[in-house]
């Protein structure tokens, strides 16, 4: 059985990096969308555009070292965080943190041509109160990234503050006005607004806690699900823990929540569609 977590973070520094994904396969997971963390948690100052494009760079690198040491099929998604972006445009200014940041896109959009990354991001707007200024930046770079996986007909993964419906209808607005295939604009850490999402032209990504699975799939199957997982060791199990989605996946299809066709469609179907990806099976 594919059991795919579709944002997944490893930290070689604060994390248990590889042993994490060993646990994600010893528990049924197969295959992982290991998301871009911050230039910060790799190592790097993040004041520049040169050091986001080495941290995706290092990122790329431990995503084939998963894919040679573990079990694991691992992708890549990269792009620069919404709050590396705040935090650049505090320290160093609006303009100068736009420029950078959209350097950094580009080169994220690089590496989805040459077939190292899957999909840009997670970019977005930040999960918490910033000034009008940088939250209206923070929606010109989404668009940005949208723009640029348009036109390398790749996957983008948003990051945003917590989503209602409105905010939903909100967001794909943009979806039209970028012209970004609907299918391809997934929103990580997705609350379970199944039939909305597929309304406005978004893909879900939703956590997987029994509560927003079970609420998803009364709605239907298009959608993913993701652990979130932040692999630090200060905060373990942090947003979910590693082994929570081909656990909750066996144990749904057990229980007759999901039929072995809602399992492929989640696991296989839908992550084909969004990210062009053949698994083998």
Known sequence: ??????????????????????????????????????????????????????????????????????????????????????????????????????????????????????????????????????????????????????????????????????KFRELGEYVRGVGIKPYKVVKHFSPPLVKVAEEVGVFPSIIASRKNIRAAIEQGNRFMMETDYIDDRRRPGAVLGPKTVPKRTKAFLQNGIFTEEDVYKIHVENPRKVYGVEMEE
């Open 1 to 166: 059985m594919i059991i795919w977590d579709d944002h997944f973070h490893v930290d070689p520094y604060h994390g248990l990096f590889l042993e994490a994904v060993k646990e994600f396969h010893r528990a049924g997971g197969t295959h992982l969308v290991v998301v871009y963390k911050t230039a910060h948690d790799y190592g790097f100052p993040g004041l520049k555009a040169e050091d986001f494009i080495k941290a995706m760079d290092f990122h790329v690198e431990l995503v084939e070292r998963i894919n040679r040491e573990t079990p694991v099929k691992a992708y890549a998604v990269i792009g620069v965080h919404p709050a590396e972006f705040d935090y650049l445009a505090r320290e160093k200014g609006l303009e100068y943190a736009k420029n950078e940041v959209m350097k950094a896109l580009e080169y994220a959009q690089k590496l989805c041509l040459e077939g190292k990354a899957i999909g840009i991001g997670e970019i977005g707007r930040p999960h918490y109160e910033v000034p009008p200024e940088i939250w209206e930046a923070s929606i010109e770079l989404m668009k940005y990234g949208m723009a640029l996986a348009r036109d390398a007909d790749c996957a983008v993964q948003l990051h945003t503050e917590s989503f209602d419906e409105e």
